[in-house]
């Protein structure tokens, strides 16, 4: 038994009940290096239990939609931001949490350059690239003990396209 979940598009409002969505979208807080640069300032809410925030770079493999959605995880320790190393948009999913589970998912499309930061504990699919490369730098909590609590679903969804 397949249940579904329909991609949107995401928004900032939209996702905001997990995390942040991270571009450059209206003007820049601050020009910066000889007027040349804008920057967009304090864009996510970076939080660890302990621990440090580190960087690191994942290398994920292509996904298709239709996707079979099986399990989520999230981090009870740390939040994870998502910055992708190339311009195109990728899938992500979420879930708010139900007595330790996630609840029904919602499934959003990024636009090409955005990122995202998901908060701690939240409920969330892998890292879905939907074109290759796959190469994304992480900013998570670099830490002792296990940071990663997993649920598989007793009946899969199926995540199908805005079409």
């Known amino acids: 038994m ?20 991270l571009d ?6 601050k020009i910066i290096n000889e ?7 304090d864009r996510a809410t970076l939080e660890f239990n302990e621990g440090r925030a580190g960087v690191s770079l994942f290398n ?12 989520m995880e999230r981090h009870p320790d740390g939040s ?15 879930a708010p ?6 609840a029904e998912p919602v499934a959003f499309i990024t636009a090409p350059g955005q990122g995202i930061n ?23 909590r670099i830490g002792d003990g296990a940071n990663l609590q997993e649920h598989w679903f007793d009946h899969p969804w199926e995540v199908t396209d805005t079409d």
């Open 60 to 71: 994920a493999q292509k996904r298709d939609l239709p996707l079979t959605l099986t399990m």
């Open 2 to 21: 397949h249940r579904t979940i329909q991609v949107s598009p995401i928004t900032s409002a939209a996702f905001a009940p997990f995390g942040e969505v």
């Open 118 to 140: 998901f908060h701690r504990n939240v409920w969330h699919g892998v890292l879905t690239p939907l074109h290759d490369p796959g190469l994304f730098a992480v900013v998570d």
């Open 35 to 41: 007027g040349l640069c804008g920057r967009y300032h």
């Open 24 to 29: 450059v979208e209206g003007p820049a807080d």
């Open 97 to 102: 949490d139900a007595g330790g589970a996630p």
């Open 80 to 94: 994870q931001a998502f910055l992708p190393m190339h311009q195109n948009p990728f899938l992500v999913i979420v």
